[in-house]
């Protein structure tokens, strides 16, 4: 006979400890702790607890109020969450499964819950709970670094110019230790500030100080601030949690006058070698701000591991009409993967700045309108108009005293060179991305910044698109397709699956590329050309089949 039930765990109830302490995997992010950290008078920590048999399945949630509404929400914590159990998920029965997704689906019903996010945990890999339920979103890869391997094997997957740098810091004189002091403490906490200053970062990300020392003074699990000094000066920090036997890299941030020579690097490897000696399993890193495998943290990161792991997250839309009729209550910018979508305004900038007053501009123009997106204005070498499509054009030598530091650029050049020599020649930029609402984007697409994808065109599963890149309008993007920075797919242009285009290549309008090829870097492929074999870099092809006629380096 089965035995189920269903517990809903307030996170003053000392049952939450108790509940998760029994789980195979959990990390700090599970932890009563933790979450009563993001707890306040209008956001409710809850532990929901399916019972089945001797099995549980537990699942942390914060309940949002929805502004204005009698509405609510639930997020998770900031970190890597979701659900977790006493037996090992590949063991968890269908059955339990199912009775853990009706009883949460019931419970947000009952309590007029809109919808759902959680971040799910890399290590834990608890997709399968969350199978046939809500939507599983792919997002970037996250970096770990094995501690299980011995001290040489981990080393071992240094990149190259990681130890090199670390070998120069420690020639520098730098060194790291375990902050201890309230003054060193302090130290960090205005470091970790200027850096979320550094990268404009959202008013949620600047902790205060009760925060760090909550954190530091918990018992539910082992805090250690880890701080770089060079002649007495602290230089950068890493807070850094162990729970059973998952160390996480939380919070850090670098002085400004240190950023060049990277003591974080040193920090880091510090880090890996207590976490050794304390014989836990992993020391988690995790990713970068965007998809892109260019994304500088990540890189950064990934100079340490070459172990990756695809980070998820879980959306489920629970009341799809009151949902729709939020996001159009708000006016909300669509031009966004964000959710709830209803919520994107309160965490994105809108404020959009375009260079090069074009036609292309006037392309990108429409696109943002059609997203709600606020324009503030358009910089141009030599403007030959005052405005377009009503919106202010200036000169560039005008654009620092017009941009604020949270507005975010477009370059809008269809010129491919030229473009990239714009993009190089701007400094301390933040650059987005313009998606018109009628083209076909899969989830599983990863898109750089600075990049547009104009009116019907497709992009397919798996394919990559790199920053700066025109998707040109009805153009077709297979599977598995490639297309590096800089480049661009004319209108109509058709590439079938695992096609590689390469930095600053065009492809003409109405062509046609055949699976698997690879289209040079800054080569150009005609309008109408029929691509059957692979292009050279530089190369000009025209014709069906297409036929070199020139290169463009000669």
């Not at 003409?508 to 005609?526: A, F, P």
Request: glycine share 6%; aromatic share 10%; net charge neutral.
């Amino acid at each position: 006979m089965q035995t189920t039930s269903f517990s809903i765990i307030e996170s003053n109830d000392p049952i939450w400890k108790q509940v998760v302490s029994k789980c195979v995997k959990y990390d700090f992010y599970h932890t009563q702790a933790y979450h009563n950290l993001e707890s306040d008078p209008e956001n409710r920590s809850l532990l929901l607890v399916a019972y089945f048999n001797d099995a549980l399945i537990a699942f942390p949630i914060i309940i949002r109020p929805i502004e204005n509404t009698d509405y609510f929400d639930c997020t998770s914590v900031y970190g890597y969450a979701g659900a977790i159990s006493n037996k090992k998920i590949k063991d968890l029965s269908q059955d339990h499964i199912d009775y853990f997704q009706k009883e949460v689906w019931q419970f947000f019903k009952n309590n007029k819950i809109v919808s759902a996010f959680s971040r799910l945990h890399p290590l834990i890999k608890n997709k399968k709970i969350f199978n046939n339920f809500g939507e599983l979103i792919d997002l970037n890869n996250i970096v770990v670094i094995d501690l299980k391997n011995e001290e040489d094997t981990q080393k071992a997957y240094y990149r190259k110019s990681t130890s090199y740098d670390i070998k120069q810091l420690q020639k520098k004189g730098f060194v790291v230790t375990e902050a201890k002091t309230n003054e060193e403490i302090e130290a960090f906490i205005s470091i970790y500030k200027q850096t979320m200053l550094r990268v404009n970062a959202r008013e949620y990300y600047f902790f205060d100080e009760a925060y760090f020392k909550k954190i530091l003074s918990s018992e539910d699990y082992n805090s250690k601030l880890l701080i770089a000094k060079s002649n007495g000066i602290v230089s950068a920090g890493a807070l850094f949690i162990v729970t059973n036997k998952i160390m996480q890299y939380h919070l850090a941030g670098t002085l400004n006058e240190f950023i060049k020579v990277s003591p974080m690097k040193l920090i880091i490897d510090e880090a890996r070698k207590i976490g050794t000696s304390l014989q836990l399993d992993y020391l988690f890193l995790g990713g970068g701000q965007t998809k892109d495998e260019n994304d500088t943290l990540y890189k950064f990161k990934s100079g340490f591991s070459n172990l990756n792991n695809r980070f998820q997250t879980w959306n489920l839309i629970v009341d799809i009409n009151t949902y729709n009729k939020l996001v159009t209550e708000k006016n909300i910018n669509t031009d966004s993967d964000y959710f709830p979508l209803y919520r994107a305004t309160e965490n994105e900038n809108v404020n959009t700045l375009l260079f090069g007053a074009s036609g292309h501009a006037k392309v990108i123009l429409d696109i943002l309108k059609l997203k709600k997106r606020t324009v503030k204005g358009i910089f141009d070498n030599n403007p030959t108009v005052e405005e377009l499509l009503k919106v202010p054009v200036y000169k560039s030598e005008e654009l620092n005293n017009i941009k604020n530091p949270t507005d975010k650029i477009i370059i809008a050049i269809g010129d491919n060179e030229l473009r990239k020599k714009k993009v190089e020649q701007l400094e301390e930029i933040l650059f987005t991305t313009a998606i018109h609402p009628s083209a076909v984007v899969s989830s599983n697409v990863a898109i750089g910044e600075g990049s547009v994808i104009m009116a019907t065109s497709i992009i397919n599963t798996g394919a990559k698109i790199g920053k700066h890149v025109i998707i040109n309008t009805g153009a077709l993007i297979e599977h598995d397709c490639i297309i590096d920075d800089f480049a661009h797919v004319s209108p109509k242009a058709a590439l079938a699956g695992n096609v590689t285009v390469k930095e600053g290549a065009q492809v003409g309008i109405n062509s046609s590329v055949r699976q698997g090829i690879t289209i040079g870097k800054w080569s150009i492929v005609g309008a109408g050309a029929v691509i059957v074999k692979d292009v050279p870099d530089y190369a000009v092809v025209v014709g069906n089949p297409g036929k070199i006629i020139k290169y463009t380096n000669e």
